[in-house]
Structures are given as C-alpha cells and as structure tokens.
C-alpha cells in the first residue's frame, strides 16, 4: 500500500472543473498501479481511475470516461486527476491508493483524508 495524501478538493458548479493531486511518499510507488477512489455518501467506496506508473497507461470507470484525466509527474511523485464536466453525482470525497481489483478493496486499510468534491447544481 502506497502512503498518500490529497489535495484540490473544493466546490465547483455543474460544467466546471478541478484538479486533484495525491502526493506520494511510498519509496516503491513507481512499481504500483496506483489509483483514485471516491464514497458517495451512504455508499461503498468506489473504483474511479488508475493508472501504471511506469508505463502511464490509464483506464477508468466508465461513468468518468471521456470527462477524467488521471496524469502522473513522475519527477515529483504525485498523481493528477483532472475533473470536467462535473456532475452533481460526482459530489463525494475522492482518495487515492493502490490499485486493488474490487473485490480486494479490503486490503487496501490505510487511507489518507480525501479531497472533497462538491458540485452544485
């Protein structure tokens, strides 16, 4: 499990944008898949995007396709997700981790504090 911590939450109007950053302090994140995440309020946390490290190819949850960008700079050992188009449904608390197939999302136990995204209608 990579050691993380989010930032560039805020509150955007439906259409608008933001920009997430997961920071990454893990010494052997560059041999990870590493992940964004997000909980709807009363729901399980979700799968929203990932990408390879060393390879940078990407792919993503399909409600996002096309309206996400996951990015990583290597050089600074962070992790972007840009956010466009953003829909109301998109309001929850983003965080990133490892990537875990869904079923051993369990294993993922440490999380950093999330980015909250609100998008108002």
């Known amino acids: 499990q990579v050691q993380v911590a989010e930032f560039g939450g805020g509150l955007v109007q439906t259409g608008g944008s933001l920009r997430l950053s997961c920071m990454i302090s893990?010494?052997?994140?560059?041999?990870?898949?590493v992940a964004w995440y997000r909980q709807p309020p009363g729901k399980d946390r979700e799968f929203v995007a990932a990408i390879d490290w060393r390879s940078g190819s990407a792919h993503y949850e399909d409600s996002v396709k096309g309206r996400f960008t996951i990015s990583r700079d290597s050089a600074n050992n962070i992790m972007h997700l840009q956010l466009n188009s953003l829909k109301p449904d998109d309001t929850t608390i983003y965080y990133c981790?490892?990537?875990?197939?869904?079923?051993?999302?369990?294993?993922?136990?440490?999380w950093g504090q999330g980015a909250q995204v609100t998008v108002s209608s």
């Open positions: 981790n490892e990537f875990v197939e869904i079923f051993n999302l369990d294993k993922l136990t440490r």
């Open positions: 893990d010494r052997t994140f560059n041999n990870y898949e």
